[in-house]
Every structure is written in C-alpha cells, then in structure tokens.
C-alpha cells in the first residue's frame, strides 16, 4: 500500500459549540491518541489563540518536553505573523528544544479581517535564524505567488531539499479549494518537493481524499480547522484521524510512521 504521512495540531475538544483549551498536561494525553491513531506530525501552536501569544513560552515548552518524552511524533513548532507581533515573537516556537521543523508562511495575505503580514526580507531573516536553531522549514502557501516567491528562495541558496510544502485552502480570504489549482500548483514545485495540504472548513473528507489522490504526501487535520470534519460525533483530534485513516485506507493508503516520516521529510530521495 501506497503511504501517507497524517499531521495534526491538537486542540480542545468541542463543548456546546466552543473549544476547550487544553493545558499541557491535557494536549500530551491527546497527542499520545492521535499517534495511536495514526499521526506522524504534530503541529503546535500556543494555546488560548490571543492576540499576543507569544510572550510566555513555559506552557509551551512544557507541552513540548510532554510529547518529546511519551510519544515518537515530530514536532512541528507553529510560527505565525499576526499583526502586532515581531520577528522575534514569530519565532519564539522554533527556538524550543524538541522542534525538528517550524511552519514559515511564503508571504502576507489577508485571514479575514486580519493581516499576517510576512515580508520578504523578513522571511530570509526567519530562514537564517531556523538554520541557526536547525530547524528545517515547512512552507506553508497561502496563495499561488507565495510558491513563485519559494522558489525565488531556492534558486537563492537559502532552502535546501527536500522541499517541504504545505498548500492551504480555504481560510478567508486565501485560496479556495479546487481540483484544477491543486494541479497547477504541484506542477510548479521544484524538483526533490514533498507536498501536503491543509483544507479548512471541511465538513466531510471529500477535499482530502482529492488531495490524496492526486499524490499528497500529508495531509494536516485539527478540530481548529475543521470542527465538523467527520460527522457531530467527533470531538477530538485522535477522533477526527481515525475517521481520516479508515477512509484513507479504503482507498489503499496506509499512514507512515513517525521515524519513516522524518527520513522522508529531512532527508533527499527518501
């Protein structure tokens, strides 16, 4: 069977219509699940989603050493360009003791009624700080002129393969799913490129399954995206990837291990 690599970022579950937010203690317990169930990456993100969330690292490190210690996952740090906060607030995840890769989005583009502003010269800036904590970055695109501006990077000597990127649909007012824009943009990646997608907003697994059928590599899932995903009866992450695993396999795809995953995503012709 053909393997795929499922990735998830943990968050609380979903209680009369809002989301809990889990303590540290609560988010190793599920992210030990959500590797039973199949996860390979974990994509963590400072809880509570505040405005400024990135002035007190300790729950996050803590969160950190909990999944270091109790599972295999890799630890994709989240960084993030909110308005208001500094490259060095962006970047505070990345510096923590555990994190293999860090997300660095390609470029600014509008999330609703917010800016996440990237410049250019600010993710070259990011780019040499994540080689100096030997971070690998995942490039996560917004829209097709941040994968232009990639490879701008590549052919500047600041990336280095495999090229691990992440396309992300459907957040407002980014780019909205389709068949036909996939194509396009894994036909402009660059050679030795691992790709994935995150689809927000899903209320069945339609999009994924698409995805995984035109050759996705991971697929990244988490009640924060896609609350409904999957029907009202799930209210967990570990829920919501078994529910993607089962119909993953039906179609002949098996989910990679963690330890296979890293090798793939760190390493040339894995």
């Given at each position: 069977m053909d393997e795929i690599i499922l990735s998830v970022a943990p968050t609380g579950p979903w209680e009369k219509g809002q989301q809990k937010v889990l303590s540290p203690e609560e988010i190793v317990d599920e992210a030990v699940r959500c590797s039973e169930e199949g996860a390979a990456v974990i994509h963590l993100l400072p809880a509570g989603r505040e405005k400024r969330p990135f002035r007190d690292m300790s729950t996050l490190e803590k969160t950190f050493h909990g999944i270091y210690d109790n599972t295999d996952?890799?630890?994709?740090?989240?960084?993030?360009?909110?308005?208001?906060l500094?490259?060095?607030?962006?970047?505070?995840?990345?510096?923590?003791?555990?994190?293999?890769?860090?997300?660095?989005?390609?470029?600014?583009?509008?999330?609703?009624?917010?800016?996440?502003?990237?410049?250019?010269?600010?993710?070259?800036?990011?780019?040499?700080?994540?080689?100096?904590y030997r971070v690998k970055p995942s490039l996560e695109i917004y829209d097709t002129g941040h994968l232009v501006f990639a490879r701008k990077l590549i052919d500047e000597g600041l990336l280095e393969p495999p090229y691990n990127f992440t396309f992300v649909f459907n957040v407002p007012w980014g780019m909205v799913f389709s068949q036909e824009l996939l194509a396009y943009l894994v036909g402009q990646l660059p050679t030795d490129s691992n790709w994935g997608s995150l689809i927000t907003g899903s209320r069945d697994f339609g999009d994924f399954?698409?995805?995984?059928?035109?050759?996705?590599?991971?697929?990244?899932?988490?009640?924060?995206?896609?609350?409904?995903?999957?029907?009202?009866?799930?209210?967990?992450?570990?829920?919501?990837?078994?529910?993607?695993?089962?119909?993953?396999?039906?179609?002949?795809?098996?989910?990679?291990?963690?330890?296979?995953?890293?090798?793939?995503?760190?390493?040339?012709?894995?």
């Open positions: 996952l890799i630890i994709e740090a989240g960084t993030e360009g909110r308005p208001g500094s490259l060095e607030e962006k970047l505070l995840p990345a510096t923590l003791e555990g994190a293999v890769f860090a997300s660095l989005n390609m470029g600014s583009f509008n999330l609703a009624e917010e800016v996440f502003s990237f410049g250019a010269d600010e993710i070259r800036l990011c780019l040499d700080r994540m080689d100096q399954m698409t995805a995984a059928e035109m050759g996705a590599d991971f697929l990244r899932v988490g009640l924060d995206y896609t609350p409904w995903l999957g029907g009202p009866e799930v209210f967990t992450s570990a829920q919501l990837l078994k529910k993607l695993r089962e119909n993953l396999m039906k179609t002949g795809r098996e989910t990679m291990s963690p330890g296979d995953a890293e090798h793939k995503l760190l390493l040339i012709g894995a």
